[in-house]
């Protein structure tokens, strides 16, 4: 079946960084687009960014920009979220998505890894 596992969460101090891992099973990841997003406590669910099947990065957010960036290894079936200059505003549970080629719904979604930032 389908599956997205999220992993590479944790504490970090402000300034840091972190790399989060999307591990894909149960479909043949370059047929996809994949999306991180992010739910802070008390806060809305909001996108960070998204990757294409070509590899084409779109922001979702301007906070991630400059700061984030995202890439993909479809041998390896894993998109990654490269998070730099990290602040304590960006603790939150962050999640992975699946988007099937010509819609704009994600479909498949991962339980997400929690990233706090603190010192």
């Known amino acids: 079946q389908v599956q997205l596992v999220e992993s590479g969460g944790g504490l970090v101090q402000p300034g840091g960084s972190l790399r989060l891992s999307c591990a894909a099973s149960g479909f043949r990841l370059e047929h996809y687009a994949i999306g991180w997003f992010r739910q802070a406590p008390g806060k809305e669910h909001e996108g960070v960014l998204c990757?294409?099947?070509?590899?084409?990065?779109?922001y979702y957010s301007k906070f991630a920009e400059g700061r984030f960036t995202i890439s993909r290894d479809d041998v390896n079936n894993t998109v990654y979220l490269e998070m730099n200059a990290l602040e304590p505003e960006d603790t939150a549970v962050y999640y992975c998505a699946r988007l099937p080629w010509g819609t704009l719904l994600y479909d498949y979604w991962g339980l997400g890894t929690q990233v706090t930032v603190s010192s």
């Open positions: 990757i294409s099947s070509g590899g084409t990065s779109t």
